[in-house]
């Protein structure tokens, strides 16, 4: 049986479009957490968080990571999948975690050009530059406790891809 691949990281670094080929390459099923979250709710994760809060928001993110792991499955997580101790755990326990790492930089400059605000509200009202660099202070730590192996996700899709699988495979063969 071939573990759930949970892909975490800060918003923007690639998680869903990573997590596409890669499942295309394996031939597994994909399912990004706050997709399902978003059609589960029939409302937007900017109208979650204005409606019922973060905190409301975080309960049904941890809901959808229970309802999407299955097998042979890769999970782009939302970004903040990570703050909630139960959620690094579960994960762990049940596949294989990998971080894509990028540059706070990097990551603005990838939302400045694709805001998409419905799926990627504000976090902390500040200018996007300036809230990724307090992102990724606050949640590196947890990144880094949650994965089991971290990728540089500044390279192309398919390199990314190939880079996941080659680690999964060394992981096997030790």
Request: aromatic share 6%; charged share 20%.
């Amino acid at each position: 049986m071939s573990l759930p691949i949970y892909l975490i990281g800060a918003r923007g670094c690639g998680k869903t479009t990573i997590g596409q080929v890669l499942a295309r390459t394996l031939g597994y099923t994909f399912c990004d957490t706050d997709h399902y979250l978003q059609q589960t709710a029939e409302c937007s994760v900017a109208e979650i968080v204005a409606r019922e809060g973060w905190e409301s928001f975080r309960a049904r993110e941890t809901e959808a990571l229970r309802a999407v792991t299955a097998p042979a499955t890769v999970i782009a997580t939302g970004g903040g999948m990570v703050l909630a101790e139960v959620n690094r755990h579960f994960m762990r326990e049940r596949g294989h975690v990998i971080w894509l790492s990028a540059p706070a930089e990097a990551l603005a400059n990838r939302l400045q050009q694709q805001p998409e605000t419905a799926q990627r509200p504000t976090l902390t009202g500040q200018p996007i530059a300036e809230e990724m660099d307090e992102v990724l202070r606050l949640r590196a730590p947890l990144y880094q406790q949650a994965a089991h192996y971290r990728v540089d996700a500044m390279q192309p899709p398919e390199q990314v891809a190939e880079e996941i699988i080659r680690s999964l495979a060394l992981a096997r063969a030790s």
